[in-house]
């Protein structure tokens, strides 16, 4: 099957996804932008994260998953296809989420530190990494970016996405 | 064109009741359930309001109803508590425009003190209970749950949890439907619950109870999906979701209308499949009433009821197991650096005092290394518990401590209460004029409304000396004399407030020059991280680390460093 944007859309194979950090990194700001962006290629997305006490600096995880249908909107331990760390700690304690087939971008958040003066765009670069790995169409992902940054920075985190995303 | 958005279960639920005509809302805000009203304040056709506590929110919401306009109320599952007076009694009277109750509980304990399953109070309050599954399903239920009001004359609770509440999804939005108002005509034996008419109202909603129970059984909203019928699973809310993700082939009697129960698709249902299991989170709610019917039903071990579900749970639970509890490795959550609340822990832990703790961002003095909150059990319960803590344990030794939104939900019937009866020693309320821990909602004592308007401000002094505080002073959290300011009015023969003002760093970004950092001078002592400052760290080859990024210049630190090593910076 075909979505409306014309991607392939192949059987029942949910796309799952983890970002994890701490409270202020942007994890939930990056999950959004996924989600935005599956979403606009038409697939159905879900979403979950807690809020609430999270935010003052504990642990903050979300799960995204995209595809035909999605029904738990969490993630099964060992099945998660991406794994998408903000912070070592929280790499290591949720490690065991992450498939044997899985990806884990940790050598990507070292870069993004390296490549990032600015902290504010790790997140961006790391959606940009994440990019290459994804059936989402680029004209998605920039209108994610501008809506889930609220139109804040659009230039400098289409230029730190797209960086991130055609480095090889 | 048709517009999709990727709306929360909260923003859901809140645009479908929007599209379905409410006018009016009112809420206290309360984690997962704050986004509901914040949403529906963006809209001028719905006169949205964050009330003072649960109890004023529910009679406001339900005025509006009364009145004849489609209303709603929203909380968390523990602020429908503080609403119970109304609730109850409202499903006598019944509604005039009509009127939902949304209750947002907490499985899991995301942000909350019990992990109580409200699904109850809807058969101890005798009101239909709804239950979506997802935001698509909470956007369609909105709609669904104010017909129903009107069908039957009752309130409507529609009980979401943190994965709904929290989880994002695209739903497909539509137009508003303007619905016209209802005439209020005054009905005395409706509206005016006095025994002669509430008992009629009883027998009345005793028949009502069986024709919504006939309802249940005929709405889609309770539906069976048959297929492998080697397992039958009933569930409910999020639990269907997890249910079919852990057993996509099974049959389901899928429950989105939990109250009054579909007795008879529950029976058809048992009768079509081979074993049937009930998959539901918390109480057993749904299994009890099964096994009521005679049906004979597989469920979960006790230690399921315990923390919410998924769908590696729900196997177990298929495979007879027993949970076990995993150590909880998550990092803690700590007050923000630059937070006054650190300041006032600072000096009430050299005090040795004993606090009387109350509910936001400051329970977590709690936590270690600050251990310098001793109890929290509600809204409002610092103030009345310090009054007989302070009489037991002794003058000078116990003080309260709440923040300005707590205080004005429910402390200061405390302090009436505390002044009536004679109590002396301190209540320190700790005025950030923001309601922080939920993401910083306005309150009375901050003169701004849900819709961002200036209003009437509430001053705290006034309203502390009005209820019988003997002394009621104001002082800065970073004042140099904070401690002995606390120390003088707790060991006064007299009943103080001291109102310790500054604003929440969330909200007013401040920055000021960070302390000077010696590290030759620095013992490694760790007296400074007795503060739990995120800006103030050990690094990883043990030496003390200030992070001037994080730092807003507060220099709390530099109070507990004896060696010179933290000095403050001039201006």
């Known amino acids: 099957m075909k979505n409306e944007k014309g991607n392939e859309i192949t059987g029942n194979k949910v796309t799952d996804i983890l970002f994890c950090g701490t409270g202020g990194q942007g994890v939930l700001t990056a999950s959004e932008i996924v989600s935005l962006a599956a979403m606009y290629d038409g697939f159905h997305t879900k979403k979950s994260e807690v809020h609430g006490m999270a935010q003052r600096g504990g642990s903050v995880e979300s799960h995204v998953r995209y595809g035909k249908h999605v029904s738990s909107p969490l993630i099964e331990e060992g099945q998660a296809d991406f794994f998408v760390p903000f912070y070592k700690d929280e790499h290591d304690r949720l490690i065991a989420y992450l498939s044997k087939d899985g990806k884990d971008l940790l050598s990507d958040l070292e870069n993004a530190h390296l490549a990032c003066e600015n902290k504010k765009f790790v997140n961006t670069y790391m959606l940009g990494r994440l990019s290459k790995h994804l059936n989402i169409s680029q004209e998605s992902w920039l209108k994610a970016l501008e809506i889930g940054f609220k139109g804040r920075f659009v230039e400098e985190n289409r230029k730190v996405f797209l960086e991130a995303a055609n480095k090889a | ?571």
């Open chain 2, 1 to 571: 064109m048709k517009t999709t958005l990727l709306l929360s279960g909260d923003e859901a639920l809140a645009r479908g009741a929007y599209e379905a005509g409410l006018k009016a809302a009112a809420a206290y805000p309360g984690t997962p359930s704050t986004e509901i009203l914040e949403y529906l304040a963006k809209f001028p056709e719905v006169d949205a309001k964050w009330s003072v506590n649960e109890k004023t929110a529910y009679e406001v919401a339900l005025g509006a109803s009364v009145a004849g306009v489609r209303s709603m109320y929203s909380s968390k599952h523990v602020g429908l508590n503080v609403a119970m007076d109304p609730l109850m009694t409202s499903a006598y009277t019944g509604i005039n425009g009509g009127f939902v109750v949304v209750v947002a509980d907490d499985p899991q304990m995301a942000s909350s003190q019990n992990e109580q399953d409200n699904r109850l109070i809807a058969k101890f309050a005798k009101l239909p209970m709804l239950e979506p599954a997802s935001p698509k399903e909470a956007y369609e239920m909105a709609r669904i749950a104010f017909e129903v009001s009107e069908k039957f004359d009752t309130p409507v609770i529609i009980r979401i949890t943190t994965r709904v509440a929290h989880t994002k999804e695209n739903v497909e939005i539509g137009e508003r439907n303007e619905i016209a108002d209802k005439p209020f005509t005054p009905n005395a034996p409706k509206y005016v619950m006095v025994p002669g008419y509430a008992y009629k109202k009883h027998i009345a909603l005793e028949a009502k109870l069986l024709e919504m129970a006939k309802y249940s059984d005929e709405t889609p909203l309770n539906s069976a999906e048959i297929n492998d019928k080697s397992l039958g699973i009933i569930a409910d809310g999020v639990s269907y979701l997890y249910a079919k993700e852990a057993f996509p082939d099974a049959s389901f009697l899928k429950i989105g209308f939990t109250y009054p129960f579909c007795d008879e698709k529950i029976k058809n249902f048992a009768k079509e499949v081979k074993d049937l299991y009930v998959i539901e989170e918390s109480e057993p709610f749904i299994e009890e009433h099964v096994r009521q019917l005679g049906i004979p039903v597989k469920a979960k071990d006790v230690s399921y009821r315990i923390g919410e579900l998924n769908s590696t749970l729900v196997k177990e639970i298929i495979e007879n197991k027993k949970k076990i509890e995993k150590p909880f490795t998550a990092r803690k959550p700590v007050l923000c650096p630059g937070c006054s609340h650190r300041a006032v822990f600072y000096a009430l832990k050299n005090l040795k005092l004993t606090v009387s703790g109350d509910i936001g961002c400051y329970t977590l003095g709690a936590l270690k290394p600050l251990e310098t909150l001793h109890t929290t059990v509600c809204m409002g319960a610092s103030v009345t518990m310090f009054e007989s803590m302070s009489k037991i344990l002794g003058r000078g030794k116990v003080v309260g401590i709440i923040g300005d939104s707590t205080f004005v939900h429910s402390g200061v019937e405390g302090l009436i209460d505390a002044a009536y009866n004679g109590a002396k020693g301190l209540v320190i309320i700790l005025d950030n004029s923001n309601t922080a821990m939920t993401g910083s909602q306005p309150n009375p004592a901050t003169g701004v409304n849900a819709k961002g308007k200036k209003t009437k401000r509430l001053i705290l002094e006034d309203i502390c000396k009005a209820a019988g505080a003997d002394i009621v002073e104001t002082i800065n959290a970073f004042a140099d004399n904070l401690q002995d300011k606390i120390k003088e009015l707790t060991d006064k023969d007299a009943l103080s407030v001291l109102i310790v003002k500054y604003p929440c760093r969330l909200i007013y970004k401040i920055k000021d020059p960070v302390p000077k950092f010696n590290s030759s001078k620095c013992v490694t002592c760790g007296a400074c991280l007795q503060i739990d400052c995120p800006a103030i760290y050990k690094n990883k080859e043990g030496k003390i680390t200030l992070d001037e990024h994080l730092c807003t210049g507060c220099n709390l630190c530099v109070k507990t460093c004896k060696f010179g090593a933290l000095a403050k910076k001039d201006n």
